[in-house]
């Protein structure tokens, strides 16, 4: 059950990576400020991501309720960013299994992930 845990979390990771792109591309804006941002602010999330709350983090957040609400916290923020862009079907889609899989972690008490 772990593993399966592990593999949809690093999934949900990448899939909020790809609505905070889809996000920005979609904004309306100039063509220019729309690739920017489409490239901005995922690198801002994983670099944030990298540094707080990867299990390897170089400043990791030790706190576990605060680590684990925090990761909640940029799943909730791709889930407004899908729904912004229109994509509301996917946006709750994505809110659900991100709920579940968080708590799934948080009630197993897997502190490391």
Do not use: C, D
């Not at 925090?70 to 407004?80: I, N, R, T």
């Amino acid at each position: 059950m772990k593993s399966l845990v592990l593999t949809v979390f690093f999934l949900l990771e990448l899939a909020a990576m790809i609505a905070f792109g889809y996000w920005g591309y979609h904004i309306e804006t100039a063509g220019v400020v729309k690739v920017g941002l489409a490239i901005a602010v995922p690198l801002v999330v994983i670099v944030m991501w990298g540094m707080f709350l990867a299990p390897k983090a170089s400043y990791p957040v030790f706190a576990y309720p605060t680590r684990s609400a925090l990761k909640l916290l940029v799943f909730v923020l791709a889930f407004a960013a899908l729904y912004a862009s229109g994509q509301a079907t996917y946006a709750v889609l994505f809110l659900v299994i991100s709920v579940i899989t968080v708590g799934t972690v948080f009630m197993k008490n897997w502190h490391h992930i």
